[in-house]
C-alpha cells in the first residue's frame, strides 16, 4: 500500500503511530527531559533490560547541542526528531515489519534501492551497544536498526530490536525537499501551513547561540557534580512501598549527560577529560540498570 | 554419487564478513567430514548478503564398516573390573580374546549413513562458527552474525533432519528480498539450487557478482564515452551488499570538480560506495556509478537520482569544510593539537610535532634536504589533523594539509612533504624520494617508534596496536629504496630517547623484508650480530653474503669455518684457549701455507672492506680456501707438543676472526 499523497512531517509521524500502534505498541509522549536519542528515553533504556515484554513507539526530539549551525545549514540540526520503536523480545520477522512501515509513508522497495548496511551501533554513555544495520534508501541513511546485547553494561535477555527513524531525513527524502527547512510540516493544502523552518528555525538559531557560546560552563560543571552525587541517594532511597527510586534516579542521569553534552559543544572538555565524564555518566547508568533489573525480577 | 547442500539464511551478513565466513565453513566442513571419515571430490562455500552456502560433490552414501578392538583388563583381574568392561562394550564374557594376558573385545563398528553423520555435523559448524562479532536475538541462544532465519539441508535430493535452537532443517529457501515472486521455493540440487536462484534474481557466488558489477558498470561508462575508475577494495565490499547487484550511472554538479579529486572520491567511496569515473584523460568525470541491489520498473531513474541528492548533499558540506579551512592558516592550527592526545603517556600532538621537527631537521642534510624546510614541513606536518576536513575524512590526513599548504603558498617541497609523509603505508606504496618528504616521513615514523618503545608499548606476536612494525618497515624501505646512509644510532642520538631494544626491532623487520625479497633470515642474522646500524650497508653485506655462499668457495669455506669452529669451541670447553698471536711455523707446508695465507688476505679483506665492496672482501676470503682445507687434511692440530697446538689453534682463530669481519659464520645455517 503506497501512499498515494506526499506526506507532511507531521503525517509521516501519525502514519508512523498508527502503523505500529496496531502491531501492539505502547504509543508514547517523547521524555520531558533533554536527550541526545531517542534511546536514551527510560522506556527504552530500561524497559530493554529484565525479563518482561515490551512494545513501545515514541517520538523523540534529540538535542545533539555540538551540531548546531545557527540555522544556517540545509542538512544539520542541533535538535532532531527520532522515531523510536523498540520491540522485546525482537519479532522474527521485525526486518519485514520495519520494510512495510516504510511503504506506508511511501518508500516503494520495488523502485527504491533499500539496504541493511552493517553498523555496530553503541551509546557507551550508558553502556549500550548491539548489532545490526544503518538502513540506506537510495544512499541515504534512513534509519539505525538494532539488536541490543547490552544496556547499562548489564547482558540483555530477552533481546530487543530498536528502530530508529531519523524524521527529518525520511521526510527530506519523501518530500523531494533539499532544505530541512522548507519541509512541509503539515498539509500545503492547509488553511495554515506552516514549513518546518517556521517552526524550529529560530529555535535553531537561539539554541545554537546558548548552548555553544552562552551557556555558563561553571554552573554546567557544579550541576553536573550536584546530579553525580544525587544518583546514588536516590538509588538507596526507597519509595512508600519500599522500591528504590530508580527512575528518578535515571532522570538525574539523563541530565548529567545533557550537561555533558552542553560542556562539550562549549569546548569545555579537554580531549582527555572526555573519557572520564563518559566513564561517570556510564558507572551512574549502570547503577541504575542494576537497580531496575532487581526489581523487574522480582516482579515478574 | 551423493551430494550435499547447506544454505544457512539469514539477515544481512556484513560484506566484510563473507569471504572468510565462506572459507571458515569449508575449513570446519572439511575438518568434520575428515574425522568421519567421509571422503569428497569437491567441497566449495559461497556467501553472499542473506545466505552462507556449501556444497560437498562425491560422498559417500554411508561411512565404511569398522573394526574396533579396546584393552580390558588384565587376566585374573578382580572381578569388579571385568564386569566394568563388559558392561561398556556391552559383550559377554565369551566375546572377549585373551592375548599376551589381556583382555581384548572386538567391537563391529557399522558405518553411519553419511545423512546421519551430516545431521551431527551441521549443528555443531553453526552454534561454533567464528564470526569476528556475534549476537542473540529474540528469546533465543543461539550465536549468529546476524539472526538465523531458515536451514536448508539435503543429502542426496533428501532433507537431513535435525534442529537447531528451534530451527528445524528443510528443503526450502528464499529469493531476493524485493524482487520476483517472493515466496519460499523447494530445491533438490546444487545445480538447481543455484538456476532457481538466479531466476529469483539472486547470484548466488562472489566472483559472479563481481564480474556482472564490473561489466555493468563498464558498459554503463562506456554508453556515454567514459571509464570506470577500478577499485578492487571497493568492488569486492559491494558485491557483499547486494544479491541482484545493479550498477547504474548517476550525475553530479561538475561544480564540485573543483574540490580536490581526493575529497570527491573518498566521499564517493567511504561514505556511499560508489564508484569513480573518468573522462578519456583520467580526469575524475561529474558521474559516478552506484551498485544499487533491485533493478527497479523504471531502470533506476529514482535510485539514480536519489544517489546523486546525496551526493550532492554529501560534496556540499565537504566544499563548506575546504572553504571555513582556508580561512586560517596552517601555522595557526599549532595551538589546537595541544588539546590533542598523542597518547596519555607521551603527551600531546603539539608535543610530538616539536619531537618530529627537531629529528627531521637532525637528519636533513644526511638525507640531502635542506633543515629549514624539513623543520618547517614536520612543523606544519600535522596541523591538518585540527581540520574539518580531516575530520570528517581521516583517511585524507596529509592530503589535505597538502592542499592547503599549497593554497596558502607555502613552498612547493614543503608541501609536498606534508602531503607524502605518511608514505609509504601499505607494500603496493612507493617510498617517497623528495629529500624533505624523506626528512620529515623518517622523523615521524621513527618517533612512532622511540616514543612506544619508551614506554615499553613494544608489538608482541600478532599484537601491534600503534603499528610499530609499518612504521619500522617504512623507515626501511625509505632508507634502501633511496640508498641513503643513515645509521640508527645517529637518529637515536639526536631524540631524547634511549632507543632501548629498537635495533632488534629492526633487524626483525629487515629480516621479514629480505625474506620477502627471497633472501635467507640466517644471513641477516649473521650480518646483524656485527652491530651494524646502517641499514643500506646490512643489506649490502647480506647480498654479497648470499652470492658468496651459492658458490663452491662459499660453501667450502663456510664448512671449513663450522669445523675450525668446532674445533675451538672443543677445546674452549677444556680451558681456556692459548693467547698468543700466531707465528710462521718451521712446519709442516699445509701449516706455513695457511699462515702465510691469511697473511696475504687480511689486508685485502680490510681494504676491500674501507671501500663497502663486500664482494671483493669476500672474493680476498675465498683464498683461504684451499689453504684451510690442506691445513685440515695434513696437520694434526692437536699435537703433543704443546707450542705446536696452541700455534695451530691460533691460526684457526686467526681465520675464524677474518671472516668475522664479513658476518658471523657461526649464524649462518648450512
Known sequence: ?300 | MPQLLLELFSEEIPARMQNGAARDLERLAADHLGRAELTCQRLAAFAGPRRLSLVVDGLPERQLDRTEERKGPRVGAPEAALAGFLRSTGLMREDLIQREGVWFARLDRPGRSTAEVTADIVPLIVSGFPWPKSMTWGAGALRWVRPLHSILCLFDGHVVEFGIDGIQSGDLTEGHRFMGPQRPFRVTSFDGYRTDLESHFVVLDADDRKRRILAGARAACARRGLVLVDDDGLLEEVAGMAEWPTPLMGDMDPAFLSLPPEVVRTTMRSHQRYFAVADGEGRLAPHFIVVANIEAADGGALIAAGNARVLAARLTDARFFWSEDLKRPLETRLEALKGVTFHAKLGSMFERVGRIEALARAIASSVGADPEKAASAARLAKADLVTAMVGEFPELQGIVGGYYARAEGVDRAVADAIRDHYRPQGPSEPAPTAPVTIAVALADKMDTIFAFFSIGETPTGSRDPFALRRAALGVVRIVLDNGLRLPLGEMIAATRFDGAGVMAFFAERLKVLLRDRGARHDLVDAVFALGDDDLARVVARVDALAAFLASDDGTNLLAAYKRAGNILNAEARKGALPQVQARRPGGPAAEVGLFDALQDCRPRVEKALAGEDFAAALSALARLRAPVDAFFDGVLVNSPVAAERDNRLALLTEVREAMGRLADFSLVSG
Open chain 1, 1 to 300: 500500500m503506497t501512499a498515494s499523497k506526499v506526506l507532511s512531517f507531521q503525517d509521516i509521524i501519525l502514519t508512523l503511530h498508527a502503523f505500529w500502534s496496531a502491531r501492539g505498541c505502547v504509543i508514547l509522549q517523547p521524555y520531558d527531559l533533554e536527550v541526545g536519542a531517542g534511546t536514551l528515553h527510560p522506556a527504552t533504556v530500561l524497559r530493554a533490560l529484565g525479563p518482561k515484554p515490551w512494545r513501545a513507539a515514541y517520538v523523540q526530539p534529540s538535542r545533539r547541542p555540538s551540531d548546531g549551525r545557527h540555522g544556517d545549514n540545509p542538512n544539520r540540526l542541533r535538535q532532531f526528531h527520532q522515531y523510536q520503536v523498540i520491540l522485546k523480545p525482537n519479532p522474527p520477522d521485525m526486518q519485514a515489519l520495519y520494510l512495510a512501515s516504510l511503504e506506508t509513508i511511501g518508500i516503494d522497495p520495488k523502485l527504491h534501492d533499500i539496504r541493511f548496511v552493517e553498523d555496530d551501533w553503541e551509546n557507551p554513555t550508558v553502556g549500550a551497544w548491539g548489532l545490526g544495520w544503518e538502513v540506506w534508501c537510495d544512499g541515504m541513511e534512513v534509519s539505525q536498526y538494532t539488536y541490543f546485547q547490552q544496556v547499562g553494561g548489564l547482558d540483555v535477555s530477552p533481546v530487543s530490536g530498536e528502530l530508529t527513524y531519523g524524521l527529518e531525513r525520511l521526510a527530506l527524502y519523501v518530500q523531494g525537499v533539499d532544505n530541512v527547512y522548507d519541509l512541509a510540516f503539515n498539509d500545503p493544502q492547509s488553511p495554515d501551513f506552516k514549513t518546518y523552518g517556521d517552526v524550529f528555525l529560530e529555535n535553531e538559531r537561539q539554541f545554537s547561540a546558548f548552548e555553544q557560546e552562552q551557556a555558563d560552563t561553571d554552573m554546567l560543571i557544579r550541576q553536573f557534580h550536584d546530579m553525580e552525587a544525587l544518583v546514588p541517594k536516590l538509588l538507596a532511597s526507597v519509595s512508600r512501598r519500599g522500591q528504590p527510586l530508580v527512575l528518578p534516579a535515571f532522570d538525574h542521569v539523563l541530565k548529567a549527560s545533557h550537561l555533558f553534552n552542553l560542556l562539550d559543544a562549549r569546548g569545555a572538555i579537554a580531549v582527555a577529560e572526555r573519557q572520564s565524564y563518559i566513564g561517570r555518566i556510564r558507572d551512574l547508568c549502570r547503577e541504575c540498570a542494576l537497580a531496575w533489573v532487581k526489581l523487574e525480577e522480582a516482579g515478574a
